[in-house]
């Protein structure tokens, strides 16, 4: 990955910042997407941007997101959005709000609304143990 870990861990606090807490499911798939992506130091990235973003407004989170976004190496914006999607999932629960957030993510991440839905369809696709808030 291209992207830097800043940039990164943005958007995976927004994520986290969708459902509120920083779980051990999400901090279990964190470790395991550090030794994929072999960035040791992600948890530790991410906590610190979990703790700038906890007190943020929905509006200055966008504003947050829309600056980090126009970091994000090309071509990568679909793999950022995937791993938001995965994160927000890590509990095996996907909620409408995170599912707004996540077309919210795709829009700020300049992906079209086609490749994001493919992208959440797989997805679901993939997770059979995964439960959809209706």
């Not at 509120?20 to 901090?27: F, I, M, R, S």
């Not at 126009?70 to 938001?84: D, F, H, M």
């Not at 994160?87 to 079209?112: H, K, P, R, Y």
Request: with cysteine; glycine share 2%; aromatic share 8%.
């Amino acid at each position: 990955m291209k992207t830097d870990i800043k940039t990164l861990t943005s958007f995976l606090a927004a994520a986290v910042w969708a459902d509120g807490e920083y779980d051990e499911y999400e901090k279990e798939f964190v470790s395991d997407l550090a030794a994929e992506l072999e960035m040791p130091q992600l948890a530790d990235a991410l906590e610190k941007e979990i703790k700038a973003t906890e007190t943020m407004t929905e509006e200055q989170l966008a504003d947050y997101l829309e600056s980090a976004a126009k970091k994000v190496a090309a071509g990568e914006g679909e793999g950022i959005l995937s791993l938001c999607l995965q994160m927000m999932c890590a509990d095996a629960f996907l909620a409408q709000d995170e599912m707004d957030n996540f077309f919210s993510f795709a829009e700020i991440l300049n992906v079209d609304d086609d490749s994001a839905t493919a992208i959440l369809d797989e997805f679901v696709d993939e997770e059979e143990d995964l439960i959809i808030e209706q």
